[in-house]
């Protein structure tokens, strides 16, 4: 029964140790994608060609700045460009 009770502990710990290096794993995995997953929002966001905020975050951004206006009662000047063929 003592022997029994030895190999079942050994089996629990070697289990224990497997189980451990599983969780490390996927915490590994999971930072990873966290990364990933960050640098494809910035793509979504950013225009790769100028490095600025694409239009609808610019967007985005122009209605949060309207909003905080509105709330506190404030002024908001907005300047905006188009410039056409900009890419060519």
Request: aromatic share 6%; proline share 2%.
């Amino acid at each position: 029964e003592t022997e029994l009770l030895r190999e079942r502990t050994e089996e629990l710990a070697r289990l224990n140790r497997e189980l451990n290096s599983q969780y490390r794993d996927l915490q590994a995995t999971e930072s990873a994608l966290r990364e990933a997953n960050m640098e494809l929002q910035m793509k979504m966001e950013i225009d790769p060609l100028t490095g600025l905020l694409n239009n609808q975050r610019i967007y985005e951004k122009l209605q949060g700045y309207v909003d905080n206006s509105r709330e506190n009662k404030e002024p908001l000047s907005v300047i905006m460009f188009d410039i056409d063929h900009f890419k060519k």
